[in-house]
């Protein structure tokens, strides 16, 4: 029997944008099942609390199949590693994200020489947005209605004073 190839898209979706959901979408058409891994990540002290960012993604790919949202906390090639995974996905917006993914992307492998990291390209349209945009425009009382999905812009209704 043909073993499953299954990829990691790993991030900290604080919250989740159309940019990634777009990669979601392109991810899962190469492998046979995509896990999206959403970092705990204190560091970032993020805004939405893990069960929110994982039930956002779930939601919103719930139409998609061999898509599965899980959260994590340790080292992303364990992580990799412990779902029988073969690759890492990163998206690439700019140029600019290329030297800090470079270097994520070959301290991964020093970690975990067998993993490969791919980078893909998002939709053009999405190609300027990030999730701390979204939080900016949103705490301004912006319009984020055509960058995120439906549950994320009820979620910051909810926390607006
Ligand atoms: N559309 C929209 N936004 C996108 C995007 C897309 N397609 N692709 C990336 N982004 C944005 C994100 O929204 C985020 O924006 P923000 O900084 O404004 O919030 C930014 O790009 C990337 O942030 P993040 O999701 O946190 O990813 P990261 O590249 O910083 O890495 C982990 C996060 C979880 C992958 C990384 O921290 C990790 O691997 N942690 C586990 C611990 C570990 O193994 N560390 C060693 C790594 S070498």
Redesign the pocket.
């Given at each position: 029997m043909k073993t499953k190839r299954i990829a990691i898209y790993?991030?900290?979706?604080?919250p989740v944008?159309n940019?990634?959901l777009?990669?979601m979408r392109r991810a899962v058409s190469l492998f046979d099942h995509l896990i999206v891994a959403v970092?705990l990540?204190p560091k970032?002290n993020p805004l939405f609390s893990i069960d929110q960012r994982v039930s956002f993604i779930t939601e919103s790919t719930r139409n998609i199949n061999n898509i599965q949202v899980l959260s994590f906390n340790n080292?992303?090639?364990d992580f990799v590693e412990a779902n029988k995974a073969v690759a890492i996905i990163k998206?690439l917006?700019a140029v600019t994200d290329f030297e800090y993914e470079l270097q994520?992307g070959i301290?991964?492998r020093n970690l975990n020489e067998s993993i490969e990291t791919l980078f893909m390209i998002?939709s053009q349209e999405?190609s300027f947005?990030?999730?701390?945009f979204i939080k900016e425009i949103a705490k301004h009382g912006g319009n984020i209605g055509k960058m995120v999905p439906k549950n994320v812009v009820s979620a910051f209704k909810k926390i607006k004073p």
């Open positions: 790993p991030g900290t979706f604080d944008t940019g990634h777009d990669i970092a990540n970032k080292l992303l090639v998206g917006r994520m301290m991964n998002p999405f947005l990030s999730s701390s």
